[in-house]
Structures are given as structure tokens and as C-alpha cells.
């Protein structure tokens, strides 16, 4: 079992350190664990923050450097047990990000960048507090292209592996909007899948939807969608945020790909995406 979305204490709103969550990546038997951690630049906010132990600080190259030397250091240390350990990042995107993206992060090795939304309008759309700020602007129609729009740029921007949890906002957009929230206009998703087959932008399955509220990221709409449209690539992740939650939904995320057709999943190194065969 492969866990690539993997939140440790780093990020200000995960529990759990590193040797805690490769220890029950070894009990668990998991082959590979990738964290990817929150980094999320929006200077309109202030959730620009790296956690180490009790200290929160805002998040520089540094951190970053200092947490990739926790994961290598885990990494050697696990080497040779079966175990294997990368090093990742979950991007929360927002229109004009790459530049600082690319500042904060050069020189840094990853294996594997994971590009979110979290924000739309600087409000997190994922958050329960935040959440009915923004939708109470739009319609539900307005509020799907707002967020595809965007997902668009992130698919161009060319910065990312995979796009992690693709229909978040269902998570609250369902109570707020109602069914509404699947509506989405067919053409459209079409375009986006064409968009990511043609970027090799990978899609990622998310099984935190499972554990909440019984439902995957991407639905089964989507799921569908991305397949007929040629989706080849998928990326497999609970998006724990506490170490009980490793690996949480996995087997039932990859029972889940293989009902639409999937036949592989990848896994990261340094950034080139690797088959593994379902
Ligand atoms: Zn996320
Ligand atoms: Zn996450």
C-alpha cells in the first residue's frame, strides 16, 4: 500500500511527527509514504506557516529546507526496511502564485508536488468557518467556474504532479448550495480532463472524503469523466492530518480507481512519475 497526501505537525493543522507516522507506516506494511505537507504563500492571509515542535514560524525557503532534512534523515534511516520515504508538497494555488512559488522552493529537491485549492478570493473554501463567506457571492453555477478557472491555471502553470482532492468544495458546498453542487456543465470538465492529459498532470483520488462523509475526491461523475477522456495518470492519498489516519481509505480508494477503469497508479522520484500496475 502506497500513501502519497501526508500531513505531519509541520503543517498548523495536522498532530503527528515524522518518526510517528513512518513507525505506523511500518506497522500498516506500506511500501511508500510521501509527505506533503501545507505550503500555502497567499500574503492576503495568515496561514503562511511552517510548524516545528511548538514553534510556528512563517514559512521561508528555509523551513522548507530544514523540513526536507527531517524527511531525508527519516529516509536513511528506514532505508534498506521496506519502507520508502519521499519528499513532498501540498501547494494550496492561487492566481499568481508562481512566482513565488518558484522563489521559495528553488533549490530545494522534491519528489512529488501536489497542487490544491483551498482559497478562492483569499477565503478558504475548505474551512467550515470560512466557507460560507465566499459562496454566499456566487451562485453555484458561478462559484464552479470561479473554481475551475483556476484549475485551469494551475494545469497550465506546469508546476504541479497531481491536483489533490479535484471537487473539494462539495465538502460544504453540498449543505450550503444543496445538489446543485454537482451540476457541473459536462463540456466543461471535458475540457479540463483533455487539459491535464495533455499537461501530464496526474489526478489525485483522496480518500479524506471517504473517512468524513463516505464519498471520494474526484465523485463518481467525475471519476467517469477523466477516464473517457484519456486520464491515465491518478496519485492515491488519505490526506491524514493525525497519525491514526495513515493510510486511511487507501484500499478502498484503489478498489474505487480500478471500478472506472484505471489500471495503474504513480508514485514520485525526484519529480518523474513512476507506473505502478493496479
Ligand atoms: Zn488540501
Ligand atoms: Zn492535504
Known amino acids: 500500500m502506497i500513501d502519497y497526501h501526508i500531513h505531519t505537525n509541520h503543517s498548523v493543522d495536522a498532530r503527528g511527527?515524522?518518526?510517528?507516522?513512518?513507525?505506523?507506516?511500518?506497522?500498516?506494511?506500506?511500501?511508500?509514504?510521501?509527505?506533503?505537507?501545507?505550503?500555502?504563500?497567499?500574503?492576503?492571509?495568515?496561514?503562511?506557516?511552517?510548524?516545528?515542535?511548538?514553534?510556528?514560524?512563517?514559512?521561508?525557503?528555509?523551513?522548507?529546507?530544514?523540513?526536507?532534512?527531517?524527511?531525508?534523515?527519516?529516509?536513511?534511516l528506514y532505508k534498506g526496511s521496506g519502507l520508502t520515504i519521499k519528499f513532498g508538497l501540498e501547494v494550496g494555488y492561487y492566481e499568481g502564485i508562481e512566482s513565488r512559488l518558484q522563489e521559495i522552493t528553488e533549490g530545494i529537491d522534491f519528489d512529488f508536488i501536489l497542487g490544491s485549492i483551498h482559497c478562492l478570493d483569499h477565503i478558504c473554501i475548505d474551512s467550515s468557518k470560512e466557507c460560507a463567506q465566499y459562496f454566499s457571492r456566487y451562485s453555484v453555477k458561478d462559484m464552479l467556474f470561479n473554481y475551475y478557472r483556476v484549475i485551469e491555471q494551475l494545469i497550465n502553470s506546469q508546476l504541479f504532479d497531481s491536483i489533490g482532492h479535484l471537487d473539494v468544495y462539495k465538502k460544504y458546498g453540498l449543505g450550503f448550495y444543496g445538489e446543485g453542487i454537482n451540476t457541473f456543465p459536462e463540456q466543461y470538465l471535458i475540457k479540463i480532463f483533455r487539459m491535464m492529459v495533455e499537461k501530464k498532470i496526474a489526478l489525485e483520488v483522496n480518500a479524506a472524503?471517504?473517512?468524513?462523509?463516505?464519498?471520494?475526491?474526484?465523485?463518481?461523475?467525475?471519476?467517469?469523466?477523466?477516464?473517457?477522456?484519456?486520464?491515465?495518470?491518478?496519485?492515491?492519498?488519505?490526506?491524514?492530518?493525525?497519525?491514526?489516519?495513515?493510510?486511511g481509505g487507501i484500499e478502498e480508494a484503489l478498489e474505487y480507481a480500478r471500478?472506472?477503469?484505471?489500471?495503474?497508479?504513480?508514485?514520485?522520484?525526484?519529480r518523474k512519475p513512476i507506473k505502478i500496475k493496479l
Open 17 to 76: 511527527a515524522i518518526h510517528e507516522y513512518c513507525g505506523r507506516a511500518q506497522k500498516l506494511c506500506l511500501q511508500e509514504i510521501c509527505f506533503t505537507n501545507h505550503c500555502e504563500l497567499d500574503t492576503f492571509r495568515n496561514d503562511n506557516l511552517i510548524q516545528f515542535g511548538n514553534d510556528r514560524q512563517p514559512l521561508t525557503r528555509e523551513g522548507l529546507r530544514k523540513m526536507q532534512y527531517e524527511v531525508l534523515r527519516a529516509k536513511e
Open 209 to 247: 472524503g471517504y473517512r468524513q462523509f463516505n464519498e471520494f475526491y474526484p465523485s463518481s461523475t467525475l471519476m467517469k469523466c477523466a477516464r473517457q477522456q484519456g486520464v491515465s495518470m491518478i496519485t492515491i492519498g488519505s490526506d491524514c492530518h493525525k497519525v491514526e489516519d495513515l493510510g
Open 259 to 270: 471500478s472506472f477503469g484505471f489500471e495503474a497508479m504513480y508514485i514520485f522520484d525526484k
